[in-house]
Each structure stands twice: as structure tokens, then as C-alpha cells.
């Protein structure tokens, strides 16, 4: 199963360094992918190549998709819409972050969903959906991670809060 993350020209890659990190050292099948598969500029100024555009992802194969925030009205279209209401219907694990919440509001997929436009928290996990804030991108790689069992027990999982979100060194 592969866990992919839509990129785009703008996108703030800062929201997801930590969760790539996460699905990456746990070899996860990570996918990069823009809406025509072209290379994109983070809001950041980094030059990002991506493994594919986004017509070429199959759907049935997907057990994340990860939307990061920046100036979605590059990827807040009828497309992407389809893409998160079909990957909803097969019950992959949909999670935006900052922006990206929004892109998910207007696919309709937070309908009966709570997320931090309905509540006062930074990050939330509701059924399947996991939905952050910009400032809560720690809390939400970490989410996003707990959702896809990607803790080894609930050692490394508290390991990972105190170093990451709490900055204690590891010995």
C-alpha cells in the first residue's frame, strides 16, 4: 500500500518533513505526487521532483493521502475533490494539514467530522480523518503515524513525543 503525499507549487513542506520522516525510516511506500506530475516549489523555495502526477495514482493501492498546506486554490479543484471523496469511500486514511483542511472541507469529507474548523484543538482524529493546524505539524506527524501503526510499542511512540514534541535528548 503506498502513502501519498499531494504537492504542489506552494505547498509548505515544513507540515510534513516530520511525518515523511516518520513513514520513512519505518519504509513506508512513500509517493510524492503533483497535479500533473511536474516538478513543484515548496512555499519554502525548495525544488521538489515528485514520483508521478496525481491521474497516475491507483486509488486502490492508496492507504494515505496527505495534504499539506500553502495556496491550495492550485489543488482545490473537481479533480482532487473526486480523488478524496473515492479515497474516502475505500477508507483510506485522509489527513490535511493547515490549508489542506480546507481542500478537504470543500471535497465534503469533513462532513460529520470533527477537525479544528468545528473544535478548539489543533489536532484531530476523527474517524479516519486526521485534520491539523499549521503550528500543530509535530502532534499531527505523530498522529498520522499512530494511525498507520507505525510505532513499534508504546515506548518508541512516548520516545518519539518526548524527543520530537518536547525536544528531550535521546540517549
Known amino acids: 500500500m503506498k502513502d501519498v503525499f499531494l504537492v504542489y507549487n506552494t505547498s509548505c513542506f515544513y507540515e510534513i518533513v516530520i511525518l515523511n520522516y516518520f513513514m520513512s525510516v519505518t519504509n513506508c511506500n512513500v509517493v510524492f505526487c503533483s497535479p500533473d506530475g511536474e516538478p513543484i516549489r515548496t512555499m519554502e523555495g525548495y525544488s521538489v521532483n515528485v514520483d508521478t502526477s496525481l491521474d497516475k495514482i491507483s486509488l486502490d493501492e492508496v492507504r494515505s ?6 495556496n491550495v486554490s492550485v489543488i482545490n479543484n473537481e479533480t482532487v475533490k473526486d480523488v478524496l471523496v473515492k479515497l474516502r469511500g475505500k477508507q483510506a486514511l485522509i489527513a490535511g494539514i493547515c490549508a489542506g483542511v480546507d481542500v478537504l472541507e470543500e471535497a465534503g469529507i469533513l462532513e460529520g467530522i470533527k477537525s ?6 489543533d489536532v484531530m482524529n476523527d474517524h479516519h480523518v486526521i485534520t491539523s493546524r499549521a503550528n500543530g505539524y509535530v502532534d499531527f506527524a505523530i498522529e498520522v503515524a499512530k494511525e498507520l501503526d507505525l510505532f513499534e510499542n508504546e515506548a518508541d511512540l512516548q520516545e518519539t513525543i518526548d524527543f520530537w514534541k518536547y525536544h528531550k535528548r535521546m540517549q
Open 65 to 70: 493521502f496527505i495534504v499539506p498546506g500553502g
Open 116 to 121: 479544528p474548523h468545528s473544535t478548539d484543538v
